[in-house]
């Protein structure tokens, strides 16, 4: 398992370039924003960040066997969780917890917002994590990764950037 430390470094990096390679003058980009992680620490057996970054504010999790649920209950929200694989990190989860930070005046506002979700990301992960290290056939275990909430999104694309493309829905059995 990678330190929580050497993540922070890791996804600091890797995101500061993608900052500057991709998002520098793009109008998508919260200018009052740059690249900060926040909170490095362990949920369970899983190491976990917040990333502020001029185009959103994600939870990324790294679990020991890459297995995460394909949503999360983060508080009251639900949260699409996508697979992510890039030098330098490796493979990760990202959970979009703030999707819009167009509207942030400042990093501290970012940053006051993020801290407020490192409690609920950390719960939602431990409890991801503990329901899925329960199941122990493999088979079993893919299968539940991947069940969804009734209604809920079923299937967010996956980017290298952690941004979902598409969300399909399943409609409800009322």
Excluded at 69 to 92: M, Q
Aim: net charge negative; proline share 10%.
């Amino acid at each position: 398992m990678v330190s929580p430390v050497v993540l922070a470094d890791r996804v600091s990096e890797y995101f500061e370039g993608v900052n500057h390679d991709v998002f520098a003058g793009d109008p998508a980009a919260n200018p009052n924003l740059g690249v900060e992680v926040i909170d490095a620490g362990v949920a369970h057996d899983t190491p976990v960040v917040i990333l502020i970054a001029p185009w959103t504010l994600a939870g990324l999790a790294t679990p020991p066997d890459g297995q995460l649920p394909s949503a999360l209950r983060v508080g009251a929200r639900h949260c699409p969780a996508l697979a992510n694989e890039v030098p330098g990190i490796g493979s990760y989860w990202s959970v979009i917890l703030v999707p819009d930070v167009s509207g942030y005046r400042s990093q501290d506002q970012a940053r006051a917002v993020a801290m407020s979700l490192v409690e609920p990301f950390h719960v939602a992960v431990e409890k991801a994590r503990q329901e899925l290290t329960q199941v122990t056939d493999p088979g079993k275990r893919a299968l539940f990764s991947r069940v969804r909430m009734q209604g809920e999104p079923v299937g967010p694309a996956r980017t290298a950037f952690g941004t979902p493309d598409e969300t399909a829905t399943r409609p409800r059995a009322d």
